[in-house]
């Protein structure tokens, strides 16, 4: 069974830089291809960014683009989100999720993801 546990949210002050860790358990990492998502409230959950087995492949939404870097570590079971010039729009709850991958270079879109971590609140202020 896969779980995820995700690590490193906070309150930062706007234009200030947030990493958040998430580790997966109970499979083995290096076969999963990993995202994050987001949900503010009253919003509906966006897909941020994803990146493949093997790291080469990347995407990132519009709104992130540029800002957050989306990075793993298979020797640590461990995909990173790096978030430089955090804007108070990015408050949200972040989550962390995974999806068996047969090929190692593809990057899952959105809702083919099948696994999620529980979440961890980043709350950015002016």
């Known amino acids: 069974q896969v779980q995820l546990v995700e690590s490193g949210g906070g309150l930062v002050q706007a234009g200030d830089s947030a990493r958040l860790s998430c580790v997966l358990s109970?499979?083995?990492?290096?076969?999963?291809?990993m995202g994050w998502f987001r949900q503010a409230p009253g919003k509906e959950r966006e897909f941020v960014t994803g990146i493949s087995r093997s790291g080469e492949n990347r995407y990132y939404a519009d709104s992130v683009k540029g800002r957050f870097t989306i990075s793993r570590d298979n020797a640590k079971n461990t995909v990173y989100l790096q978030m430089n010039s955090l804007q108070i729009e990015d408050t949200a709850v972040y989550s962390c999720?995974?999806?068996?991958?047969?090929?190692?270079?593809?990057?899952?879109?959105?809702?083919?993801?099948?696994?999620w971590g529980q979440g961890t609140q980043v709350t950015v202020s002016s």
């Open positions: 999720a995974a999806r068996a991958e047969s090929t190692l270079s593809r990057v899952p879109i959105g809702d083919e993801y099948r696994y």
């Open positions: 109970g499979r083995t990492f290096s076969t999963y291809a």
